[in-house]
């Protein structure tokens, strides 16, 4: 089993920047980045494998950009020209495969969630 711990959320004004940071307990392969903002369904951001491939849902290419260190384990979602709609609690996720690379049933370990707050 894989723990997940996200860090670095906060309050930020629109057209600033966040770097999140997510820390696995074990080695992972594919990992994402979801989001769900109040209300609303946990959506996919972006996604990266362990060579450093990366692909991003289109609603956000060219603002964020994930990467990793494997030798830490941990993956980081840098989310710059931060807008309004971007307020969500984003969630690392570990692949699981069987679904779609998108799909939240494709992710079978979670962690707790960091919130981004962006004001206008």
């Known amino acids: 089993q894989v723990q997940l711990v996200e860090s670095g959320g906060g309050l930020v004004q629109a057209g600033g920047s966040l770097r999140l940071s997510c820390a696995a307990s074990?080695?992972?392969?594919?990992m994402g980045w979801f989001r769900q903002a109040p209300g609303k369904e946990r959506l996919f951001v972006t996604a990266?494998?362990?060579?450093?491939?990366?692909y991003y849902a289109d609603s956000v290419k060219g603002r964020f950009t994930i990467s990793r260190d494997n030798a830490k384990n941990t993956v980081y979602l840098q989310i710059n020209s931060l807008k309004p709609e971007d307020t969500a609690v984003y969630y690392c996720?570990?692949?699981?495969?069987?679904?779609?690379?998108?799909?939240?049933?494709?992710?079978?370990?979670w962690g707790q969630g960091t919130q981004v707050t962006v004001s206008s």
């Open positions: 996720a570990v692949r699981s495969g069987n679904y779609a690379l998108t799909n939240t049933r494709g992710y079978d370990y």
């Open positions: 990266i494998n362990l060579n450093g491939d990366t």
């Open positions: 074990g080695r992972t392969f594919i």
